[in-house]
């Protein structure tokens, strides 16, 4: 038997089934992508993500029917983003991602009603447009034929079991990023749904992490390629997710997951809901591990400005690619220079992510000159994002009073050894590179795996699975060259930020 691990991520979605003891046994990826209509605007098509999701789940169903056939799957999704669905299940308009910033007006709204204060002490989120419940308040002002008509706003972890054909039900970690969730009672919130204008019934069934949603209908299964009898477990958001793939279960652990966006997440007994934490824009909600807690430090920019460099400046490569056979993302990082380029980019290019949560900001690049070659510039994306982690991360210390010496690695990023060494370089930690990268489809094959009873606990499952791979030490000399590049990157938001605010 095996356990499928789903993740759905802003741009594309993956499937890998695990055996119990952590073994990867098939993989399957699609690519959707995000769309920008207008500017500030940022969607996904839910019919697209469902066929992609449905391709990802039948091809690794496929591949393991006759030697493991999956006996559980549980799912991990991007934060926020939420569906509008008919009674007849017709999906009304496309999702609105984490950068879409069309409700800045309703974010700003709750400094004038419940106030930040309160706002942070119900729910662990600072006032940002990225949030479900602003884009709910902003479709019924703008588009009330739609928010009428949808019975339910789902997002993508209880899309899917909807899809599934079961009940919908959302995890305590996607429900607290949605704004409209007490993280302390484990429920929706009255007084923010009641402040909002938003009704209660078209949210999902919250539930913890780790439990059976149920028994996916003989016919779906069928459509889907699965066994009859596979069970549907409780997933969560992907960065609680990931950071349980990357064995953080117990406190003072960080995980440093690097997809489209690059997210470190630490773990707490109890939620740090002091004014430095609010003041600073991190995030505290439930992990899927129950009874913690998970913050957040991230930059909305990570993997995706290596997306973007590709598929605008790169064409030659992905032909390579497609001909060789080699990963692009090798190609294009093949060549990069050893020592700093003192080039620095600003990698706000969908605003920043914490402490400033700035959705106004926007992507800078200083220092290039007619002696700028190719490889410098692909590493100065880079350093930008690095440099970035360092900040949020010294950043992030400091309010929660937490002290992090190593980073476990995680996503597509942490598959690249020049990458990696250069976060130990710039930031000064330890970086360990685990066994599985993949960490969100393990983490989600975790839960699944805990629902149906094959590990007693999540710690008893982390512990005879996660493994690190290889320790990446910080060089001393390497270091203290990137730090004195990393003060003049420090000062280039304050500078910049009035102009890009015009921009």
């Known amino acids: 038997m095996s356990l499928l691990g789903l993740d759905i991520g802003t741009t594309g979605c993956k499937a890998i089934a695990f055996s119990v003891d952590g073994k990867p046994l098939a993989h ?43 006996k559980a799957l549980s799912v991990t999704t991007l934060g926020e983003a939420w569906t509008p669905i008919a009674e007849d299940g ?33 729910t662990g989120m600072s006032l940002h447009p990225s949030f479900s419940i602003n884009k709910m308040m902003w479709l019924k002002k703008e588009r009330p034929d739609i928010y009428d008509k949808a019975k339910k706003f789902l997002l993508y972890e209880d899309f899917t079991y909807y899809k599934l054909g079961l009940e919908p039900t959302i995890d305590y970690s996607l429900a607290g990023r949605t704004l409209a969730f007490d993280i302390r009672k484990k429920q929706w919130s009255d007084e923010m749904l009641s402040t909002a204008g938003i009704d209660r019934s078209k949210l999902a069934t919250p539930r913890p992490s780790g439990e059976i949603v149920g028994e996916i209908p003989p ?9 009859k009898g596979t069970i549907a477990v409780t997933g969560g958001h992907d960065q609680p997710v990931n950071a349980l793939g990357g064995g953080v279960v117990t406190e ?21 809901l002091n004014e430095k934490m609010m003041n600073n824009n991190y995030p505290v909600y439930p992990h899927v591990k129950q009874d913690m807690y998970v913050s957040l430090a991230f930059s909305y920019t990570g993997g995706n400005l290596l997306r973007w460099y590709r598929n605008n400046f790169a064409q030659d490569m992905i032909q390579e690619s497609q001909k060789t056979g080699v ?48 490889e410098q510039f692909v590493k100065a994306l880079i350093e930008g994002i690095t440099y970035e982690l360092r900040y949020y991360l010294t950043t992030l210390e400091d309010c929660a009073n937490v002290k992090i010496d190593r980073l476990r690695a995680m996503g597509g990023g942490a598959k690249s050894p020049a990458w990696l060494q250069l976060k130990a370089d710039i930031t000064g930690k330890e970086v360990l590179a685990l066994a599985i990268s993949e960490c969100g489809c393990l983490g989600a094959a975790i839960l699944a795996g805990v629902g149906i009873g094959e590990y007693s606990s999540v710690d008893e499952a982390v512990k005879a699975i996660v493994k690190v791979k290889e320790t990446y030490q910080p060089d001393p000399d390497m270091h203290r ?13 304050p500078t910049i930020k009035g102009l890009c605010h015009k921009i």
């Open 28 to 70: 399957s990826y699609r690519e959707y992508g995000e769309m920008y209509p207008r500017p500030g605007w940022a969607e996904i098509d839910p019919n697209k993500v469902w066929q992609c999701v449905s391709e990802v789940i039948r091809d690794v169903a496929t591949q393991v029917k006759n030697s493991d056939p999956v």
């Open 90 to 122: 017709t999906i009304l308009a496309n999702s609105m991602t984490s950068v879409d910033t069309r409700s800045i007006e309703q974010s700003e709204s709750w400094k004038y009603t419940l106030g930040r204060e309160k706002v942070f002490q119900i």
């Open 219 to 227: 016919k779906i299964a069928d459509e889907l390629g699965l066994p």
């Open 252 to 272: 003072g652990v960080a995980v440093d997951g690097l997809g489209s966006v690059e997210c470190v997440v630490v773990a707490f007994n109890e939620p740090p």
């Open 327 to 374: 990963d692009v993302y090798d190609l294009i990082l093949k060549d990069i220079p050893k020592d700093p380029t003192r080039i620095f980019v600003l990698p706000h290019f969908v605003g920043s992510g914490t402490p400033a949560l700035d959705p106004n900001s926007k992507g800078v690049i200083v220092g290039l000159t007619l002696g700028t070659t190719r």
């Open 481 to 493: 060259r990137y730090t004195e590049c990393y003060e003049i990157y420090t000062d280039l938001y």
